[in-house]
């Protein structure tokens, strides 16, 4: 609709008020005959306007006569009566022209994508993912197969739930559902053991289900098994079960963390530059002229893609770029408040490590010193439930029978 509208304007149209008594017969019979006409207004029960392109105005007249209503011009609007206005100035004539032109080409093209739904997925991987695809600023819109390059990316990646894409006006809009990690669910019908999900130390271990085969004091290492999916039974030989229980343990994080008594660090002062430039494709046009006025400075680049509707994106953006003064500064810590950073620095460390607020039983620090630097070692010692259940596998031997993995 928009796209007719844009070239009934390049080719000029005009505002009419039709009245009379039939003016529904009138609106009727142009439908009928495919006249295109929109931004219908109704004043009274008798009189409607109406914009129509000029091609069109005698057919108009015709039906009028038909339905006895009477038609009168109220505007003429588009290129050719600007043309005719400022006829005598062909330079303008020529870069209005110029410009339609351009509009009705650039509007064959993607010149931008938009992605929505990621959170865990980053957007340039995204945007890179489409562009293998053939989906990229500039593509013509003709050639891009969404439903092609939803099967593939479907088949590819398995982070992905579902992706859609739909292009509207010169915006590509692709949006997305990640997908859950889904833990591995035992069904409790299949035969399994319980096994350690890192090294401790044994605490405490509770079998509702199977053969504890650790106890308390000793120390494991990831994958050993705790709890076994099995019974040996002196008279009916060795039954499989579904294993089932919990196991505490202790088990250490450790950190190391250095911190230097004089250092110097970067601090931005709060003066800044704003400079610009516009990117047309590949090609850049700075808007400035001078070198930045900061010896040393940090650089953020703020890009703007230029439109002229909401979906109407042109290949130009206006990059706006701000220049922040950084000085450095000279820092000397005292040895005290040197290993409490240094300390405080591996504490956070471990912190972000641990998972579900498990139980810390001991914090053990040591902090070694010199001229230059503190090092902290800090190591937590945690009581957690290290048990996760593992499937028993079978693989069956023609001389005796079935054996498990």
Request: charged fraction near 30%.
């Amino acid at each position: 609709m928009f796209f007719r509208i844009l070239i009934k304007y390049i080719l000029g149209y005009i505002n009419i008020k039709i009245e009379g008594y039939f003016v529904e017969k009138f609106i009727n019979k142009c439908i009928n005959e495919n006249i295109f006409f929109w931004n219908v207004k109704r004043e009274k029960s008798t009189i409607v306007y109406i914009n129509t392109g000029i091609k069109d105005f005698k057919r108009l007249c015709r039906i009028a006569r038909e339905c006895k209503c009477k038609i009168q011009i109220k505007e003429k609007k588009g290129f050719p009566f600007i043309l005719n206005r400022y006829r005598k100035r062909k330079i303008f004539a020529f870069f209005v022209i110029l410009i339609a032109i351009l509009l009705i080409v650039t509007s064959k093209f993607v010149w931008n994508i938009r992605v929505e739904g990621n959170n865990k997925i980053n957007q340039s991987e995204i945007v890179s993912m489409l562009e293998q695809k053939g989906l990229k600023v500039g593509t013509l819109k003709s050639r891009v197969n969404s439903q092609e390059i939803i099967n593939e990316i479907r088949l590819e990646r398995a982070d992905i739930a579902w992706i859609g894409i739909s292009i509207e006006g010169t915006n590509a809009i692709v949006k997305i559902v990640e997908a859950e990690a889904k833990p591995e669910i035992i069904n409790e019908e299949d035969y399994c053991n319980i096994i350690a999900t890192k090294d401790a130390q044994i605490v405490k271990i509770s079998a509702q289900n199977g053969i504890p085969v650790v106890k308390q004091d000793d120390v494991v290492t990831k994958g050993d098994i705790l709890i076994a999916g099995w019974i040996d039974g002196k008279y009916t030989g060795t039954r499989y079960v579904h294993a089932e229980g919990e196991v505490k343990a202790k088990v250490w994080y450790t950190e190391k963390e250095k911190v230097a008594l004089n250092q110097v660090i970067e601090e931005k002062t709060g003066n800044t530059e704003e400079k610009y430039k516009i990117k047309i494709n590949n090609f850049t046009i700075n808007l400035f002229k001078t070198l930045p006025k900061f010896e040393k400075y940090d650089t953020i680049e703020t890009c703007n893609s230029v439109k002229i509707f909401s979906n109407f994106y042109l290949p130009i953006e206006l990059v706006k770029i701000t220049n922040s003064e950084i000085v450095e500064k000279q820092i000397t810590y005292g040895t005290e408040e040197a290993k409490q950073l240094s300390v405080q620095k591996a504490c956070k460390k471990i912190e972000e490590k641990l998972q579900d607020n498990p139980e810390v039983l001991q914090k053990y620090v040591n902090t070694n010193e010199n001229n230059d630097y503190v090092e902290a070692e800090v190591t937590y010692e945690v009581l957690e439930n290290i048990g996760t259940k593992e499937k028993i596998v079978f693989w069956k031997d023609e001389r005796y029978g079935r054996k498990k993995s």
